[in-house]
C-alpha cells in the first residue's frame, strides 16, 4: 500500500500548505465585521477546484491500482509481460493529442477561433488514435495467446490499460461537447475555461499514462529493486 | 433532573453488571496470562474515563439546567486546561499501549524449543499433521489435494513421509510443551479459535501463518472457526485434548503417517506426471 | 473572562446578486423529483436511506430472533442468517450512514450554513442522487435473484464470497452487491465534489473557514475523506468482478473446493482485506465526522453556550480525517499479514484515541456553566456522548493489538462498533432530524412522542449492546446463528440473548413512533417560526421557512462574526446570528 500512502502523503502537504494560509490559528471570536479577502469573490472559478479535486479521485484509484500491482506482483505465480512496441507508438499519439489541447488552450486565450477548432479536432482524433492503439495491444496480446485470466501480469495489464482507457472516453465526451460549442460561436471566456480544463484533464491522464507504462513494463519494480539494493 | 438520573444510574448500572454478572471469560488454559492480564488493565483504564465523564456530564446537566434568568458563561476556550486534559490523555493511552506492545513482542517471537503442529482447514473441518520422528513437516501443495492425499502433503519429499496426519479428529498435545501451530487452509479463510487458550490467527489458502501457545492445563477444549467460512461455518466445530506425557505418547502411538496412508490406498500407481505437471503450476506454498 | 471587544461594525452590501432566477424550476417535474435544489435533493437521499434503512433494520430483527430463540424459527436457515448479517452491515454502514450524513444532511446544511444559494452543480448533484438510487435499487434486486443476496459478510472477504459454499457466492447475489458498490461510489463522487466545491467556492462575504460551523467542518473533512478512501473500495470491487466473471487471479489463491481444483491460483486474499480496509476504516470515520460536527452545533445551540475550544475541534477534526488513513490494518491483527506491522498499526491506532478524546472533553466542557435546555435534540446529542464514549473506549481494547487477539471475531467486537458507529451516530441523526425538522418543514415535531422515542432508542440501545460486549468475553464468536450446545459457553448466556433480543425487538418498534410522528408533526406539528432554537447559524436566518429556492431570497447573507455568540456578555438577546452586525449589542455596551 506505500504508493497510495506515498500519493496521500503528498495530497496531505498540499492540503497543510492550503490550509496554513486559511488562519487556522485565529480567534474567530475575536474577529468581528467582513474580515480580508477571504470572504471575496473567488478568484478561482468553481469548474477549476473541482477539476482539481475530482483528479485528486482519480489520482488516488490509479495509486490504488498500483499499490495492488506492486502486492500481487511480489507472489510467486507472476511472470510479466514483453512491452509491446505499439505502445510506444500510443504513447507518442497521447503526447500528441496533450499538444495539441495545449494548442487549444492558446488559441482560445488569443482568441484565435480557427486555430482552436483545429488544434481540438486533432486533440481528440489523436485520442481515439490512442484508443485504436490500445486495442491493437490487446490484440497482439491475444493474438500471442496471452489471455486476461492467464496470468496476473495479463490480468493487470489489461485492467490498468482498460481503466485508463475509459478516463480518456470520458475525457472525449467532454472534449466533443467543447468542440461542438467552439464551431457553434465565437470564442468566449466559458470557452476557452473549457478547454482549459479539457487540456488539464489530458495533461493529467498522459502523466497517468507515464505512470502505467512504467509500472507495466516493468521499470518501476526494476526500480524498487535497485533502491532496496542501495539501502541494503 | 431525570436525565441526570439516568446518566448516573447507566454509570451505576454498568459496574453492578461488570462486577455482579456471571459473564467473565473462560479459565484460562496457556501461557497468555499476560494478555488477560493487559484487559485487565484496559478495563480499569476505560472504565474509570468512562465514569468520569459521564458522572460530570450527569453533574452539569443537572448544575446548569435551565431556569428562568439563567444566563451561560462566554468562555471561548482555555488553553491550559486543553493541553492538560490532552497530556492526561496521552499518558492514559501510552499507559495501554506500552504493556500491549510488550507482550505482542512475546506473541510473535516463538521460542526455539516449540514444537511444530499444522492445522489444515477446510470447509468444514479441521485436519492436523504432526511431524513424525525426524521432527520436521513436509513440504505440501493445495495442488496435490486428491482423495488420497487431502491434506496435500507432498510424496516427493521424504521429510513428509513420517508426518502423522489427523483426518477431522480430535488433536491432542502434550501439557507444558510449547507448540507453535502452522495454520494452513486448503479453501477459504478460516480462523483456530480455542477461547481457553486466548491466541487465535487467520488461516489463508495460498499461505501459511501461525501463533504459538504453550498448553498449561489438561482437558477437553473445544475449536471454532472464527473467521466466516461460508454456510456451514456455525458448524465448524473441533477438539483439541491436552494430554499428559504419557497419554499423549499413547495417542500419537496410535495415529497413521503419511507414508502408511499412502501405501494402504497405494499410491504407488499414483500417475507421477501428474504430480510433476501440479508441482510446476502456479500458487506452491512450500512451508 | 473574556477578551471580546463589541464594537458596532459597518454593514456592507453583499457581494453579488447571481441571477437567482437560474435557481427557480419551471415544472412540478424539476421541481420534485428531477429537483436541482439541494435541499430537495437532500430529502430524496434522506428518504432513500431511511426506507433501506428500514429494510436493514427488520434483517436485524431476524438475526436477533436467531440468536435469541435458535431453533425456533424454520425459515432462518444458517443461510438465510447470514444473508441477513451481510445485507444488514451493508445497508446500514453505506447506503444508510453514508447517504444520509453526506447526502441528506450534507445536501441540506451546506448551502444553507455557508450562506450560498445552491450547490455549485445543481446539476451534478442530481445526477448524484438518481445514480444512488439506482445504486439502492440493484442492491435491492439482489433479494430476488436465484439464490438470494450474497451471504459472506459485509467485509466480502474472498475466497468464500465468491465460491459456492457461500450463498449467493455462485448466483447472481455477489454480483449485483459489487455493482450496486461501484454505482454507489460513482454517484458519491459526483455529490462529494459537490460538497467540497460548494465549501471551498460558495461561502457567503464574510464566511472564513474559521467561522464555519463544526457541521461543514464535519462534513466537509468527511467528503474529502470519502472521495480519496471510496476509491479503494472501487479497486476491490472491480477487482473481485474480474475474478468472479472473467476468471482471473487477483485475489484468488489455488485452492480446493469440496473436493475440487479451481482453476484459480497464486492470489492474496489479504492483498482485499488491506485494499477493503484502506476504504473500512476511513469510513467509520466518514460516519463519525459529521455526526461530531453535528452534535457540537447541537450541544452549543441548546445549552446556549459557545462550543468550548472551537479551534481545537476544528484541527481535531482535521487530524482524525488524516490519521485515519494510517490505522486500516487494525482490522486485520489476527488476518495472517506480517505480525510486525500490529506494532505500527496498534501505536497510530490509539494516538488517534487523543483528538477523538480532546472532542469529548470539549462536548462535556461546553455543558458547563451552560445553560442547558434539556430539548429532544439535545438529549439525543447527550446520549450520543454517553454511547460514542462507552464505544469508543472499548475501541481501545481491539485497537491494542495483544488485547484485540482474543476478542477479535467475537460479539465484543459486534458490540463494539455497534456502539460507537452504529448507535452513537444514528442517536445524532434523531437530534439532527428533531433541531432541523422545523426548518425542513416549519413545523415542530410532537415533543411527547419524541420523549417517548428518545427514552426507548436511548435506555434500549444501551441494554442491546453494553450486556452484548459480555457475550463477546465469554468468547461467543461473532456470525454464528447458533452457539447452544459448546462447552465452555454457560447456559445464562442464552437468557442474556434471549433478553437482547426483546430489547431489540422493543427498540426497533419504537422507531416506528419516530416514523409516524415525521408524517403526523408534517400536518398538526406546531408552527415553528423562523428560528425555533434561537441559533446563530445561517440558516436559521433564511427569510422562507422552509426556505425558498435560492435560499436567501434577493441578498446572500453577510457574516460578522462565528457560529458561537451564544450568551455573549453585554448583548440584549442570548443568542447573536451570524449575519448579525452587532450593532445593538454595541449600543449596550456603549
Redesign the interface.
Known amino acids: 500500500m506505500s504508493v497510495i500512502v506515498v500519493f496521500l502523503l503528498v495530497l496531505a502537504c498540499l492540503a497543510g500548505w492550503w490550509l496554513s494560509r486559511q488562519g487556522l490559528m485565529s480567534?474567530p471570536?475575536l474577529e468581528q465585521g467582513v474580515v480580508g479577502h477571504l470572504g471575496e469573490q473567488p478568484t478561482l472559478p468553481a469548474e477549476r477546484i473541482a477539476l482539481v479535486v475530482f483528479l485528486a479521485v482519480v489520482g488516488a484509484l490509479f495509486a490504488l491500482f498500483a499499490s495492488a500491482y506492486f502486492m500481487r506482483m511480489e507472489l510467486?505465480?507472476w511472470r510479466s509481460l514483453p512491452v509491446s512496441r505499439v505502445l510506444w507508438l500510443n504513447t507518442g499519439i497521447l503526447v500528441l493529442s496533450s499538444a495539441a489541447l495545449q494548442c487549444a488552450v492558446f488559441a482560445a486565450r488569443r482568441r484565435q477561433a480557427d486555430t482552436l477548432k483545429l488544434a481540438l479536432v486533432t486533440g481528440g482524433i489523436s485520442a481515439l488514435t490512442f484508443l485504436a492503439g490500445q486495442l491493437f495491444a490487446w490484440q497482439e496480446l491475444f493474438a500471442n495467446g496471452d489471455f486476461l485470466a492467464d496470468?496476473p501480469a495479463n490480468s493487470f495489464f489489461y485492467l490498468l490499460t482498460g481503466m485508463h482507457g475509459l478516463h480518456i472516453l470520458g475525457g472525449l465526451v467532454a472534449l466533443a461537447r467543447v468542440t461542438a460549442k467552439a464551431w457553434d460561436g465565437p470564442v468566449t471566456d466559458r470557452l476557452q475555461l473549457s478547454t482549459e480544463l479539457c487540456a488539464t484533464y489530458w495533461h493529467f491522464l498522459l502523466f497517468v499514462w507515464f505512470g502505467l507504462f512504467v509500472l507495466l513494463a516493468g521499470w518501476a519494480a526494476d526500480f524498487i529493486d535497485i533502491c532496496r539494493q542501495l539501502l541494503t | 433532573m431525570v436525565?441526570a438520573l439516568?446518566?448516573v444510574l447507566?454509570v451505576v448500572g454498568?459496574v453492578l453488571?461488570h462486577i455482579l454478572?456471571?459473564?467473565?471469560?473462560?479459565q484460562i488454559a496457556s501461557n497468555?496470562t499476560?494478555?488477560d492480564g493487559?484487559?485487565v488493565i484496559?478495563f480499569w483504564?476505560?472504565g474509570a474515563?468512562?465514569a468520569a465523564?459521564?458522572l460530570?456530564?450527569a453533574y452539569?446537566?443537572w448544575k446548569?439546567?435551565?431556569r428562568p434568568g439563567?444566563?451561560?458563561?462566554?468562555?471561548?476556550?482555555?488553553k491550559r486546561?486543553?493541553w492538560w486534559?490532552?497530556i492526561a490523555?496521552?499518558v492514559g493511552?501510552t499507559a495501554?499501549?506500552v504493556p500491549?506492545?510488550f507482550?505482542?513482542?512475546q506473541?510473535?517471537d516463538v521460542p526455539e524449543d516449540a514444537v511444530e503442529v499444522e492445522v489444515v482447514a477446510?470447509?468444514w473441518q479441521w485436519n492436523y499433521r504432526l511431524p513424525g520422528a525426524d521432527g520436521k513437516l513436509g513440504t505440501s501443495d493445495?495442488?496435490l489435494?486428491s482423495?488420497e492425499n487431502p491434506l496435500?502433503v507432498n510424496p516427493e519429499d521424504p521429510a513428509g513421509q513420517d508426518d502423522v496426519i489427523v483426518e477431522a479428529d480430535d488433536l491432542h498435545l502434550p501439557i507444558d510443551k510449547p507448540v507453535k501451530m502452522l495454520?494452513r487452509s486448503?479453501?477459504?479463510?478460516h480462523?483456530f479459535?480455542v477461547?481457553?487458550f486466548?491466541?487465535?490467527?487467520?488461516?489463508?489458502?495460498?499461505?501459511v501463518?501461525y501463533f504459538w501457545f504453550t498448553p498449561t492445563r489438561t482437558g477437553?477444549?473445544?475449536v471454532?472457526?472464527?473467521?466466516?467460512?461460508?454456510?456451514?461455518?456455525?458448524?465448524m466445530?473441533g477438539i483439541v485434548m491436552i494430554d499428559t506425557e504419557e497419554d499423549y505418547a499413547a495417542w500419537l502411538g496410535e495415529q497413521q503417517t503419511f507414508a502408511e496412508i499412502s501405501a494402504e490406498q497405494q499410491t504407488g500407481q499414483l500417475d507421477t506426471d501428474d504430480v510433476e505437471a501440479a508441482k510446476s503450476?502456479?500458487?506452491?506454498v512450500a512451508n | 473572562?473574556?477578551d471580546?471587544t463589541p464594537g458596532a461594525v459597518a454593514p456592507v452590501p453583499p457581494a453579488e446578486v447571481p441571477e437567482v432566477e437560474l435557481y427557480h424550476p419551471h415544472s412540478w417535474w424539476t421541481k420534485y423529483v428531477f429537483s436541482q435544489d439541494a435541499k430537495v435533493i437532500a430529502i430524496q437521499y434522506s428518504g432513500t436511506a431511511i426506507a433501506i434503512g428500514l429494510v436493514a433494520l427488520v434483517l436485524s430483527w431476524l438475526m436477533r430472533l436467531q440468536l435469541g430463540f435458535p431453533g425456533t424459527f424454520d425459515f432462518i436457515?444458517?443461510?438465510a442468517y447470514?444473508q441477513f448479517i451481510t445485507m444488514h452491515g451493508m445497508i446500514m454502514v453505506i447506503y444508510l450512514l453514508t447517504a444520509l450524513f453526506l447526502g441528506g444532511f450534507g445536501n441540506y446544511l451546506i448551502p444553507l450554513m455557508v450562506g450560498a444559494r445552491d450547490m455549485v452543480f445543481p446539476y451534478v448533484n442530481m445526477l448524484s442522487y438518481w445514480i444512488y438510487l439506482l445504486a439502492v435499487l440493484v442492491l435491492v434486486a439482489s433479494f430476488f435473484v436465484p439464490g438470494g443476496p450474497t451471504?459472506?459478510?459485509w467485509t466480502l472477504?474472498p475466497?468464500?464470497i465468491i465460491?459456492s459454499?457461500?450463498?449467493g457466492?455462485q448466483g447472481a447475489g455477489i454480483i449485483l452487491m459489487l455493482v450496486s458498490l461501484i454505482l454507489f461510489i460513482i454517484g458519491f463522487t459526483m455529490g462529494g465534489l459537490n460538497y467540497v466545491v460548494t465549501v471551498l467556492q460558495g461561502r457567503t462575504r464574510g464566511m472564513t473557514l474559521m467561522r464555519m460551523p463544526l457541521t461543514v467542518w464535519g462534513i466537509f473533512t468527511a467528503t474529502v475523506m470519502a472521495l480519496l478512501a471510496f476509491p479503494a473500495l472501487f479497486v476491490a470491487c472491480v477487482m473481485m468482478l474480474f475474478d468472479r466473471l472473467l476468471g482471473t487471479?487477483f485475489f484468488m489463491?489455488?485452492?480446493?473446493?469440496?473436493?475440487e481444483?479451481l482453476s484459480?491460483?497464486?492470489?492474496?486474499?489479504?492483498l482485499f482485506q488491506h485494499l477493503f480496509w484502506f476504504f473500512g476504516h476511513p469510513e467509520v470515520y466518514i460516519v463519525a465526522l459529521p455526526a461530531f460536527g453535528i452534535v457540537s452545533d447541537l450541544i452549543s445551540t441548546h445549552?446556549?453556550?459557545?462550543i468550548?475550544?472551537?479551534?481545537?475541534m476544528v484541527w481535531a477534526i482535521v487530524a482524525i480525517g488524516a490519521l485515519s488513513f494510517i490505522v486500516w490494518a487494525h482490522h486485520m491483527y489476527?488476518?495472517?499479514m506480517h505480525?510486525?506491522f500490529?506494532?505500527f498499526f496498534?501505536?497510530t491506532t490509539?494516538?488517534i484515541?487523543?483528538p477523538t478524546?480532546?472532542k469529548?472533553?470539549?462536548w462535556?466542557?461546553t455543558?458547563?456553566?451552560?445553560?442547558?435546555?434539556?430539548t429532544i435534540p439535545m438529549?439525543f446529542a447527550?446520549a450520543f456522548?454517553?454511547t460514542f464514549?462507552?464505544g469508543g473506549?472499548?475501541g481501545?481494547?481491539l485497537g491494542?493489538?495483544?488485547?484485540d487477539?482474543?476478542?477479535?471475531?467475537?460479539m465484543f467486537v459486534v458490540a463494539h462498533f455497534h456502539m460507537v458507529m452504529g448507535v452513537a451516530p444514528i442517536l445524532v441523526i434523531f437530534g439532527a432530524i428533531y433541531h432541523w425538522y422545523p426548518k425542513i418543514t416549519g413545523r415542530m415535531l410532537d415533543e411527547t412522542m419524541g420523549q417517548l422515542h428518545f427514552w426507548i432508542t436511548?435506555?434500549g440501545a444501551?441494554a442491546i449492546f453494553?450486556?452484548m460486549h459480555?457475550?463477546g468475553?465469554?468468547?461467543v464468536?461473532r456470525?454464528?446463528?447458533?452457539?447452544s450446545g459448546?462447552?465452555?459457553i454457560?447456559e445464562?448466556?442464552s437468557t442474556?440473548n434471549a433478553f437482547i433480543t426483546v430489547a431489540a425487538l422493543i427498540v426497533g418498534f419504537a422507531q416506528m413512533v419516530f416514523l409516524f410522528n415525521l408524517f403526523w408533526s408534517l400536518r398538526f406539528g406546531r408552527e415553528a417560526g423562523g428560528n425555533p432554537w434561537r441559533a446563530t447559524t445561517l440558516e436559521w436566518q433564511t427569510p422562507e421557512t422552509p426556505p425558498a429556492h435560492g435560499n436567501f431570497g434577493k441578498e446572500l447573507p453577510i457574516v460578522y462574526r462565528w457560529a458561537?455568540d451564544?450568551?455573549?456578555?453585554g448583548a440584549k438577546e442570548?443568542f447573536l446570528a451570524q449575519n448579525d452586525p452587532g450593532g445593538p449589542r454595541a449600543a449596550a455596551s456603549a
Open positions: 480567534k471570536w510467486p505465480d496470468n | 436525565f439516568a446518566l447507566v454498568s453488571f454478572s456471571p459473564w467473565w471469560w473462560t497468555w499476560y494478555i493487559t484487559l484496559t483504564i476505560t474515563v468512562f465523564v459521564v460530570f456530564m452539569c446537566v446548569f439546567r435551565h439563567n444566563k451561560a458563561d462566554y468562555e471561548p476556550e482555555n486546561l486543553e486534559l490532552t490523555t496521552a493511552v495501554l499501549l500491549g506492545l507482550v505482542w513482542k506473541f510473535v477446510q470447509q493445495s495442488r489435494i482423495p496435500g495454520l486448503i479453501d477459504v479463510l480462523n479459535y477461547p481457553e486466548r491466541a487465535k490467527m487467520d488461516m489463508v489458502p495460498g499461505s501463518t477437553t477444549f473445544e471454532l472457526c472464527a473467521e466466516l467460512c461460508g454456510s456451514g461455518h456455525g458448524f466445530r503450476g502456479p500458487g506452491g | 473572562m473574556v471580546v436457515t444458517p443461510e447470514y451471504g459472506g459478510g472477504y475466497p468464500q465460491l459454499g457461500t450463498p457466492g487471479s489463491p489455488a485452492l480446493v473446493e469440496m473436493g481444483q484459480y491460483g497464486g492470489g492474496s486474499p489479504i445549552a446556549r453556550k459557545n468550548f475550544g472551537y479551534r481545537m489476527v488476518s495472517g505480525p510486525y500490529g506494532f496498534a501505536t490509539l494516538i484515541a487523543i478524546a480532546i469529548v472533553y470539549n462535556v466542557l455543558l458547563w456553566r451552560g445553560d442547558i435546555h434539556l438529549l447527550l456522548i454517553v464514549v462507552n473506549l472499548t481501545l481494547f491494542n493489538v495483544v488485547v487477539v482474543p476478542l477479535s471475531d467475537t436511548f435506555i444501551y453494553f450486556p459480555y457475550v468475553l465469554v468468547g464468536p456470525r454464528y446463528p447458533d452457539i459448546t462447552a465452555f454457560p445464562s448466556v442474556l458561537y451564544y450568551s455573549v456578555p442570548d
